[in-house]
């Protein structure tokens, strides 16, 4: 099975708020689709690989896809702290800000990611931190990157220039 066979396949792990079934278009065999709701893109698995390359592909990971923090240039590191202490959406407004939309990566790759604007990530925050326990926030206007990992723990770093 490959990654095109796999990539994207369970929108419906995401939280409804973010999600929707529609009618399909009549084209193929699908009678319901899954959509964005207003201000919410799910990506297409050239987009999404493109987002990876650009953000976690310019970082060590480790074998199970975090970031190797260790193996990181520490004065790219901006800041670590446990999640649940975290005010996300002031971090999201520190470190983003001005960022017009962001990019949500999840720990699994049948959840496609999603492209919404920060407004719309704000109010989503909650519903994702309740549903989703691993996943990477990409500003890719600000060449920030956020990894909330299994552990606990929110990272936010500036990505190496390419």
Excluded at 22 to 35: A, N, P, T
Excluded at 47 to 55: A, G, I, K, N, W
Excluded at 77 to 96: F, G, K, M, N, Q
Excluded at 137 to 142: A, D, H, L, V
Aim: net charge negative.
């Amino acid at each position: 099975m490959s990654l095109a066979d796999v990539y994207g396949t369970r929108p419906d792990l995401l939280p409804r708020s973010m999600v929707r079934l529609v009618r399909g278009d009549g084209q193929g065999d699908k009678r319901l689709v899954w959509v964005g709701r207003p201000g919410i893109e799910l990506l297409d698995l050239e987009s999404h690989l493109q987002v990876e390359r650009d953000t976690l592909g310019r970082l060590p990971r480790n074998p199970d896809a975090t970031v190797d923090w260790n193996a990181v240039e520490p004065g790219l590191v901006i800041c670590s702290l446990e999640t649940e202490s975290a005010d996300v959406d002031a971090i999201l407004r520190e470190y983003a800000p001005g960022a017009g939309s962001l990019v949500f990566l999840w720990g699994s790759v049948v959840i496609p990611s999603v492209e919404m604007t920060s407004e719309v990530a704000r109010d989503q925050i909650s519903a994702i931190l309740e549903s989703s326990p691993e996943f990477w926030i990409c500003s890719p206007k600000n060449r920030v990157l956020m990894e909330f990992s299994f552990s606990g723990s929110l990272t936010v770093a500036q990505l190496p220039a390419p």
